[in-house]
């Protein structure tokens, strides 16, 4: 079964058909091969289960405020905001990258959003001051992946519905290893540039401490959409529902005061996220169904018996699944790979004892690396097309970021803390 599973699939992928209906085709197959069920009975069960799911409701909301804040001017504010506070760092203005990236990361959700959206503020800038290419790009790729750790986040959602568990727990959880990845990324480039004997561009902006705050008022209207959404949650005063629907009248009203809303832009918005929704529920779909399948044909149970039985510790089965992850995060993004691979692995995770907060952390970094290596990643398709360098050279810049991806799986792993503390705290009370 596993393998006319892997068989079928694959190779619809490969010949070129879309993900959601590769998903439906396969799971067609192994239920016409290896069960007696009707498969029409199971299909519309199955997708009606998936779709009619008010824990859905945030996707579309949170890439609708995604998609109009893109088009606002946010992203020359986070210049202007930052700038004047890194100018003497070591690594200067690089830190706009991972810092730009980690605020916009809090209101969009999305990875390749990020990079799109910091990026055409900050590579013009920066190559202008004579920051080198290699460093711009890789920083950029690296720390726009954050736009699935940091919630609120597109991918998280999409775990919680297939896993079953708190979105507003994964939200939270997410929190700290955001900050643990802003720090290894920022502290990365502080020391290649105090290593390697390679003096950063130094820009000094000659403002006064009071000055720089001034200038740090540009980054208020981000902040306050950060506060009111994620604030919200954390304080207990909203769901994540509804936090999604304050996210999109904060965007709004951003768009308003920054005199980017026109009805052109919000028809643009609402197309754009209209079709993303679209695509992300085929696959959740066709994802469902193929669950269903396997578990007629009772696949996953006889892989966490065998798991059971192989005398595998949890470290060891991390090992392999990030491994196995990163091979397949080559070939796939990131919302197919969770919504293909949850059905087969959570059992596994289940019968390793793991908790299934702290693996969603772990298998949203994964999809991170997705991101960043080709010949799949979307942050790499973004940066090609923003930079004019071919997707080999973003690929070899981004490659220090993506070891610092595997890095903070083994911190977490060591450390399962900074996944699981922060929302033990919150909904003890």
Known sequence: MAFTLVVVLLGLLMGGLWVGISLFVTAFVMLELFTSVPIMRVTGSAIWGSLANWTLVPLPLFILMGDILIRTRISS???????????????????????????????????????????????????????????????????????????????????????????????????????????????????????????????DFGKSFLEKLKASTQLLPAVMLIVAVI????????????????????????????????????????????????MICLILAGSSVLTSAMAFTGLPRHLASMVATSGLTPGELILILTAF?????????????????????????????????WFGIYLVIVVEMSQITPPIGFNLFVLQAQSGRDILYIARAAFPFFLILCLSIFILYYIPEIATWLPSKMFAR
């Open 77 to 203: 504010q986070l210049f202007t905001g930052l700038a004047p506070w890194l100018g003497r760092v070591p690594g200067g203005l690089l830190h706009i990258n991972v810092l730009g990236s980690g605020i916009f990361a809090c209101i969009s959700g999305s990875s390749a959003a990020t990079a799109a959206t910091v990026g055409r503020m900050s590579i013009p800038e920066l190559r202008s001051r004579g920051y080198d290419d290699r460093m711009i790009l890789g920083s950029l790729a690296g720390s726009a992946t954050l736009g699935f750790l940091i919630p609120p986040s597109i991918i998280m959602i999409i775990y919680g519905v297939n896993a079953q568990t708190s979105i507003a727990r994964l939200f939270i959880a997410g929190i700290l290893p955001g900050v643990m990845l802003l720090v290894l990324f920022s502290s990365f480039i502080a020391l290649y540039y105090l290593l390697s004997g390679k003096p950063a561009p130094r820009v």
């Open 231 to 278: 604030g919200s949650i954390y304080a207990g005063l909203a769901t994540p529902n509804e936090a999604a629907a304050v996210g999109v009248v904060g965007a709004v009203i951003l768009s308003i005061a920054s005199g980017t809303f026109t009805l052109q832009t919000m028809r643009d918005s609402l197309m754009a996220s209209l079709i993303t929704t679209c």
């Open 325 to 357: 992850f990163i091979v397949v995060g080559c070939f796939l993004d990131g919302i197919s790979l969770i919504v293909l691979t949850t059905a087969i692995v959570l059992p596994l995770v289940q019968q390793a004892g793991i908790d299934l907060i």
